[in-house]
């Protein structure tokens, strides 16, 4: 039971220096250790960008678009949320510039403001923190973490901050605690570390009225004594408040790497919180994926292969499962367009398969060349999303002999296996219109997908425009591939899986949305034991 907690308590994370040094994995660290200690945790992430949500980004420019259970389409670092904390979060846990502004703008025409002047400071600032506070009530959570995207001095970051900078003016200092995250980079061949961009950066911070509590400092290195307390006195903070953040394993050795550093109890006594910590089952975890006894390789064939942030979910979908079955996942990553140039060398070498969930053309044909070599060499195959429909379509042109294909790929074949869905066609929007969040599946029993769920209704998250034609399902089951998950009316297809195959199964949802270090995905361990259950009894091709 959730201890007793007066009034909402604040942890407000930034950054410093540069972008991209791991504040998402800090603040979910932050929440990992709280939760450990018997209170509830929520987090909000703010995103400095005009976009109302991730769903129209280029998985190349921003990462994966991580799907909500109320089909949020947001910023990555709320799948470690979800992921550290082991919640359910909303599209409301997500703010954006866009959506701020738009918000005061749709106010303002409404005439919410009564004929005065809106400006940045205080309406969009006010609903800033109108905003965090009611989710921070709403989601029933007695600590909310915070964290600020982009970097301190950024001109798209100062409404944030001046928003969170009169949260704190409001809550009281001993509901709410900033911790500023920096780089504390090595110079020279003395290795040197330099705390001169942190003094920078903090001087930037306070130079807003913004006073860090905590120093997170980041480097390949933990810091040395000498640098902390540099670190401490240039930046008003006590040594034991710089914590140092050294590139870990994995990062899920992080909350740990924080907890020893005495990070949690400095927050729980400035926060005048009682102390029951249990790490357990985290460190039980922790200790399995580092101490792994067996070991495949599975390939992915997506086209965002150059920037592994676009299927961040799936990676740490393998971990989940790789602690779960003993087995350590290494990813072959596998350009989908290179298969089309025939440069498919890599496929001869796999235990397993994976086909992500994408969009468009570009690589579809190289998809489906590795779709057909997994399902004619009995390799274990998974595909999500676009990888279901192109395993469909693949089947379709291989084993019935079919002229077929998606409408997203070839709007004029002669078979439409996959077309757009009906409530979907004539829309023009393309931000928050596709098929999102999460539906129910029903199961059918004495199937793969029955064995690896062991019920016979599930829920998971989707994110397509496109689905199985109906007026196909029949032939397809005739000749062998079985739709063995359905929605609820039958109509949609939602799992297909080859019975005759050592493994071979796709979903029209992502299940990587839903895998948890503690709770791993089935379609995923399924896939691993698979390849593992291979790998040890075929001879290397």
Same mark, same amino acid.
């Given at each position: 039971?959730?201890?007793?907690?007066?009034?909402?308590?604040?942890?407000?994370?930034?950054?410093?220096?540069?972008?991209?040094?791991?504040?998402? =994995?800090?603040?979910?660290?932050?929440?990992?250790?709280?939760?450990?200690?018997?209170?509830?945790?929520?987090?909000?992430?703010?995103?400095?960008?005009?976009?109302?949500?991730?769903?129209?980004?280029?998985?190349?420019?921003?990462?994966?678009?991580?799907?909500?259970?109320?089909?949020?389409?947001?910023?990555?670092?709320?799948?470690?949320?979800?992921?550290?904390?082991?919640?359910?979060?909303?599209?409301?846990?997500?703010?954006?510039?866009?959506?701020?502004?738009?918000?005061?703008?749709?106010?303002?025409?409404?005439?919410?403001?009564?004929?005065?002047?809106?400006?940045?400071?205080?309406?969009?600032?006010?609903?800033?923190?109108?905003?965090?506070?009611?989710?921070?009530?709403?989601?029933?959570?007695?600590?909310?973490?915070?964290?600020?995207?982009?970097?301190?001095?950024?001109?798209?970051?100062?409404?944030?901050?001046?928003?969170?900078?009169?949260?704190?003016?409001?809550?009281?200092?001993?509901?709410?605690?900033?911790?500023?995250?920096?780089?504390?980079?090595?110079?020279?061949?003395?290795?040197?570390?330099?705390?001169?961009?942190?003094?920078?950066?903090?001087?930037?911070?306070?130079?807003?009225?913004?006073?860090?509590? =905590?120093?997170?400092?980041?480097?390949?290195?933990?810091?040395?004594?000498?640098?902390?307390?540099?670190?401490?006195?240039?930046?008003?903070?006590?040594?034991?408040?710089?914590?140092?953040?050294?590139?870990?394993?994995?990062?899920?050795?992080?909350?740990? =790497?924080?907890?020893?550093?005495?990070?949690?109890?400095?927050?729980?006594?400035?926060?005048?919180?009682?102390?029951?910590?249990?790490?357990?089952?985290?460190?039980?975890?922790?200790?399995?994926?580092?101490?792994?006894?067996?070991?495949?390789?599975?390939?992915?064939?997506?086209?965002?292969?150059?920037?592994?942030?676009?299927?961040?979910?799936?990676?740490?979908?393998?971990?989940?499962?790789?602690?779960?079955?003993?087995?350590?996942?290494?990813?072959?990553?596998?350009?989908?367009?290179?298969?089309?140039?025939?440069?498919?060398?890599?496929?001869?070498?796999?235990?397993?398969?994976?086909?992500?969930? @994408?969009? @468009?053309?570009?690589?579809?044909?190289?998809?489906?060349?590795?779709?057909?070599?997994?399902?004619?060499?009995?390799?274990?195959?998974?595909?999500?999303?676009?990888?279901?429909?192109?395993?469909?379509?693949?089947?379709?042109?291989?084993?019935?002999?079919?002229?077929?294909?998606?409408?997203?790929?070839?709007?004029?074949?002669?078979?439409?296996?996959?077309?757009?869905?009906?409530?979907?066609?004539?829309?023009?929007?393309?931000?928050?219109?596709?098929?999102?969040?999460?539906?129910?599946?029903?199961?059918?029993?004495?199937?793969?997908?029955?064995?690896?769920?062991?019920?016979?209704?599930?829920?998971?998250?989707?994110?397509?425009?496109?689905?199985?034609?109906?007026?196909?399902?029949?032939?397809?089951?005739?000749?062998?591939?079985?739709?063995?998950?359905?929605?609820?009316?039958?109509?949609?297809?939602?799992?297909?899986?080859?019975?005759?195959?050592?493994?071979?199964?796709?979903?029209?949802?992502?299940?990587?949305?839903?895998?948890?270090?503690?709770?791993?995905?089935?379609?995923?361990?399924?896939?691993?034991?698979?390849?593992?259950?291979?790998?040890?009894?075929?001879?290397?091709?």
């Amino acid at each position: 039971m959730p201890k007793r907690v007066n009034g909402i308590k604040y942890v407000i994370v930034t950054g410093g220096v540069l972008s991209g040094l791991g504040k998402g =994995i800090t603040t979910s660290s932050i929440g990992r250790l709280l939760k450990s200690h018997g209170y509830t945790v929520t987090a909000i992430k703010i995103d400095p960008y005009l976009n109302c949500d991730a769903g129209t980004m280029n998985p190349f420019q921003h990462g994966e678009v991580f799907v909500l259970s109320d089909g949020g389409e947001v910023d990555l670092d709320l799948g470690n949320y979800e992921r550290f904390l082991d919640v359910n979060l909303s599209r409301d846990n997500n703010i954006t510039t866009g959506r701020a502004y738009k918000s005061v703008i749709e106010k303002e025409r409404h005439g919410d403001y009564l004929g005065k002047t809106v400006q940045i400071v205080p309406h969009i600032t006010d609903e800033i923190r109108e905003w965090i506070k009611k989710v921070a009530q709403q989601s029933g959570a007695q600590i909310c973490l915070v964290e600020v995207g982009g970097t301190v001095g950024d001109i798209e970051s100062m409404p944030f901050l001046e928003a969170v900078r009169q949260l704190h003016q409001e809550v009281g200092h001993e509901n709410l605690v900033f911790v500023h995250t920096t780089l504390v980079p090595v110079m020279g061949v003395v290795g040197e570390q330099k705390t001169k961009p942190t003094q920078h950066s903090v001087k930037e911070l306070r130079s807003i009225g913004i006073d860090p509590d =905590i120093i997170v400092g980041r480097g390949e290195e933990p810091l040395n004594q000498q640098t902390k307390e540099k670190i401490a006195l240039f930046c008003d903070v006590p040594v034991e408040g710089v914590i140092s953040a050294p590139d870990a394993k994995n990062i899920y050795w992080v909350p740990l =790497i924080l907890d020893d550093q005495g990070l949690t109890d400095l927050l729980l006594n400035k926060f005048k919180l009682a102390k029951r910590k249990d790490l357990k089952e985290w460190k039980k975890f922790v200790d399995k994926i580092d101490n792994l006894e067996h070991k495949v390789t599975i390939g992915m064939a997506g086209k965002y292969t150059y920037l592994e942030d676009s299927y961040i979910s799936i990676l740490e979908a393998f971990y989940h499962a790789g602690a779960a079955t003993n087995t350590e996942v290494n990813v072959e990553w596998i350009d989908a367009e290179k298969i089309e140039e025939g440069k498919s060398e890599k496929l001869k070498k796999l235990n397993g398969l994976l086909v992500p969930g @994408g969009f @468009g053309i570009r690589g579809a044909e190289g998809k489906i060349f590795a779709i057909n070599y997994a399902r004619r060499n009995k390799i274990p195959f998974l595909g999500i999303c676009f990888g279901f429909q192109l395993a469909v379509v693949e089947y379709g042109q291989n084993v019935l002999g079919l002229d077929c294909h998606s409408t997203e790929i070839d709007p004029s074949t002669k078979h439409p296996l996959i077309y757009i869905l009906p409530e979907q066609d004539g829309i023009e929007n393309m931000g928050g219109t596709m098929r999102l969040g999460e539906q129910t599946i029903k199961i059918k029993e004495n199937t793969i997908a029955h064995g690896l769920y062991g019920k016979n209704r599930i829920s998971e998250r989707h994110r397509h425009r496109y689905e199985v034609n109906p007026g196909y399902i029949e032939k397809l089951e005739n000749n062998g591939l079985i739709f063995s998950g359905r929605s609820p009316d039958r109509i949609r297809m939602e799992i297909c899986e080859l019975p005759s195959h050592p493994y071979f199964i796709a979903s029209q949802f992502h299940p990587e949305f839903k895998s948890h270090p503690l709770s791993p995905a089935p379609l995923f361990c399924g896939l691993v034991k698979a390849s593992l259950e291979q790998k040890n009894k075929s001879p290397p091709r």
